[in-house]
């Protein structure tokens, strides 16, 4: 009993998480859009065994010429990944392991920001709401992106940290969101700054913020935004990848329909952008605290807006913006505020059994969608033999490849200038935080 009153929010976390995640337990796996996640993690093993720290390098990738993938593609869900490889779990349990922690942290983490503001019943419906998103759903058993599902993982803990006004745990979850996603790292360049509108006591805590953040980051960020001009990487902003085709209507974020396919101009996607009919109506609560919530409801307003096509006129504008491809991708932000809201009812009733019910009705509700199309052998799509990779894999994943193989002198150990010094301001800001962390424990003991 002491056990479970100790470790009791740990396991209602597993209870809870588990129907989202069951597929995972199969000794099979399934096709997604993107089904490269082995292949990255075998390269990043093999660049790491080379001695490239931190590795840029996929050495088979290229059609065996390499291609400087870790040098643009965030690197964080694979870290962890190649922490269990290392310790020799087969590829594609890691992969399916780092799956799986990003529904237990991200019910966590919301569960530790929504408490702020709705205690502990609430808390655990917005932790389930986030959860059973679909958008979750999506990124996981639709598109395979795990990069972005780890990166809308740590919103909720950025946010509880910036409510809890903690400088070094904001940094940290920050960094953790710019080494996971490129895209959902750029949108928040926007949503920080406004919660700091909102927050003007924090502005000078924020400068600290953003230099940490910048400092343990830039090892990648750097290289990553002023070397891309090196590789084919802006060729995937034309043609079907341009922004313009991807826009939504209104009526598809509260659309059930479901679907594998894939995102296409019009109202007509074979895909899902839905908030979740119970997310929303549970949200509505939220409405009548808009003075205490001015921000979060603005932001949301601001995602939803920037998806439509009535916003193409700041796309346009704003060609940084092209590097997001879909506009959509902003339901990564306005999912997460929506399940945020999902626990506010309990600002005003705190009572136990109203927030059993609402959890299981917002698992029964949304169960459907965490389930894959089908399910395929290990070996059809998710192989780590070096030559099937160069051979078929390098086929997929072109994203990267350099215009000219000279000017990555990582291939043969080396490193540009920029890269040098990107490591250099990185290992100086991870050092300094240590011997923070250190002398800061040493106080309180």
Avoid: C
């Avoid at 808009?290 to 932001?299: E, G, I, K, P």
């Avoid at 150990?413 to 040493?442: C, H, M, N, Q």
């Amino acid at each position: 009993m002491k056990l479970i009153r100790k470790y009791w929010l740990l396991l209602l976390a597993t209870v809870i998480v588990l129907p989202s995640i069951w597929p995972l337990f199969r000794s099979d796996f399934f096709r997604m859009h993107d089904w490269t996640h082995v292949a990255r993690l075998v390269e990043l093993d093999l660049a790491l065994k080379a001695g490239q720290i931190p590795p840029r390098w996929a050495p088979d990738f290229g059609w065996g010429h390499g291609m400087p993938l870790f040098h643009f593609y965030n690197p964080l869900p694979y870290y962890a990944a190649e922490i269990l490889y290392l310790i020799k779990l087969p590829a594609v349990w890691a992969i399916k392991t780092v799956f799986a922690l990003n529904f237990l942290f991200g019910f966590y983490f919301m569960y530790l920001w929504a408490k702020t503001f709705w205690g502990k019943y609430g808390a655990l419906v917005a932790a389930t709401a986030f959860t059973y998103l679909p958008y979750r759903a999506v990124d996981f058993y639709v598109r395979g992106a795990l990069g972005e599902l780890t990166a809308m993982t740590f919103l909720p803990l950025l946010f509880y940290a910036l409510k809890k006004k903690k400088l070094i745990l904001t940094a940290l979850a920050w960094t953790a969101v710019f080494l996971s996603h490129n895209v959902i790292a750029l949108f928040s360049l926007f949503f920080i700054p406004l919660y700091l509108l909102f927050n003007l006591k924090l502005w000078k805590k924020f400068l600290l913020i953003s230099l940490l953040t910048f400092g343990l980051s830039a090892f990648f960020i750097l290289p990553a935004f002023f070397e891309k001009d090196l590789t084919v990487v802006n060729s995937l902003t034309g043609g079907f990848f341009h922004y313009s085709f991807h826009f939504i209507y209104l009526r598809q974020l509260v659309s059930r329909a479901w679907a594998y396919g894939g995102s296409i101009l019009g109202p007509f996607d074979d895909i899902s952008f839905q908030l979740g009919w119970p997310h929303l109506i549970l949200a509505l609560s939220a409405v009548r605290l808009w003075r205490r919530l001015t921000y979060f409801w603005l932001a949301l307003a601001a995602a939803i807006f920037m998806m439509t096509f009535h916003s193409q006129f700041i796309w346009d504008r704003l060609p940084i913006l092209a590097l997001a491809q879909f506009p959509w991708r902003l339901l990564a932000f306005a999912a997460t505020f929506v399940a945020f809201f999902s626990g506010s009812l309990f600002n005003w009733f705190k009572n136990k059994l109203i927030a059993l019910v609402l959890i299981v009705l917002i698992i029964a509700l949304n169960w459907q969608y965490f389930r894959p199309e089908k399910f395929s052998p290990v070996n059809d799509y998710y192989y780590t033999d070096r030559q099937r990779i160069a051979n078929e894999m390098s086929g997929v994943l072109t994203d990267y490849l350099p215009k000219n193989y000279s000017d990555f002198p990582t291939a043969t150990g080396g490193k540009t200038p920029l890269e040098l010094w990107s490591d250099i301001i990185s290992l100086l800001s991870w050092l300094g935080l240590l011997v923070y962390a250190v002398k800061f424990y040493r106080t309180r003991a």
